[in-house]
């Protein structure tokens, strides 16, 4: 403390100021690990789709081997109507903390992006969303995020439930917006919301993610309108691609929903 009383007898006004920055830094700390969030969105993304838009940003898609159905996107904290709360707390992501569940990783939450490190996928969700779940103990740290989300993967599985309601991949089928919602509410029995891309290269609508909300004790949990229409639903999540906040499915006409099968496959 000797330091402080010499700053203090010198420059008693900087003393003040490193204080108070020292507090707001204390403050803005707190409220980055606040439980200021009361839902996770867990999202799932169609392998073709997040292809389509990594050829759009330029990006090397690869599908990797093993993957044959619905990747995890994310598991975000969300303020229910909101978007976030996002980058909370300055906790560093480490590979070696998930080396375990790597191999679940590589099918279940794939990074198809060829020309990214192998983990930077998941550096990114950890770092803006996984470290505003260390308030929950299910999720309190990397390994338990990961983990989590992987074994919710079963429960919620993407191509599982849209087959129970007869929506299947399809090279020539289309299929209708609002009757996949509701299809996917028969399933969780909460609403769900349903995200597609545009293919330039084929003209077409092609469904790119499923958003459901769960508690924190992952159950699924009604977070989006019911009105009979994609047009009153909001996606918690900025997404990067776009910034149409609403479902991107068109309600006059259907999307697509084409198989893997190959399709910017990893032939190796």
Request: proline share 7%; net charge negative.
């Amino acid at each position: 403390m000797g330091w402080l009383l010499l700053v203090s007898a010198m420059c008693p006004g900087l003393l003040q100021t490193m204080l108070a920055l020292l507090l707001i830094g204390l403050c803005a700390t707190v409220s980055a690990y606040s439980d200021d969030w009361d839902i996770f969105t867990y999202t799932q993304e169609w392998p073709v789709a997040v292809c389509i838009k990594g050829k759009e940003e330029h990006h090397t898609c690869t599908i990797p081997p093993g993957v044959q159905g619905w990747g995890i996107h994310g598991m975000w904290p969300t303020k229910t109507g909101t978007e976030g709360p996002t980058s909370c707390g300055t906790q560093p992501f480490h590979a070696d903390a998930i080396t375990p569940i790597l191999p679940h990783l590589k099918i279940m939450w794939p990074n198809m992006y060829a020309d990214t490190s192998v983990y930077s996928f998941w550096e990114h969700e950890w770092s803006k969303h996984g470290t505003c779940a260390s308030s929950l103990n299910a999720t309190s740290t990397e390994y338990r995020y990961f983990s989590k989300a992987l074994d919710l993967y079963a429960r919620f599985n993407g191509q599982t439930i849209l087959a129970n309601q007869g929506i299947v991949p399809s090279q020539t089928a289309t299929y209708d917006i609002k009757t996949s919602e509701a299809a996917l509410k028969k399933e969780l029995g909460v609403n769900a919301l349903i995200q597609c891309t545009y293919d330039h290269n084929t003209s077409r609508q092609v469904i790119y993610e499923i958003e459901i909300c769960l508690s924190k004790n992952f159950e699924p949990v009604d977070c989006y309108p019911d009105e009979g229409n994609t047009s009153g639903k909001r996606s918690h999540h900025h997404h990067k691609y776009s910034s149409h906040p609403h479902s991107s499915c068109p309600e006059s006409y259907g999307f697509y929903y084409p198989p893997i099968d190959g399709v910017y496959s990893n032939p190796n």
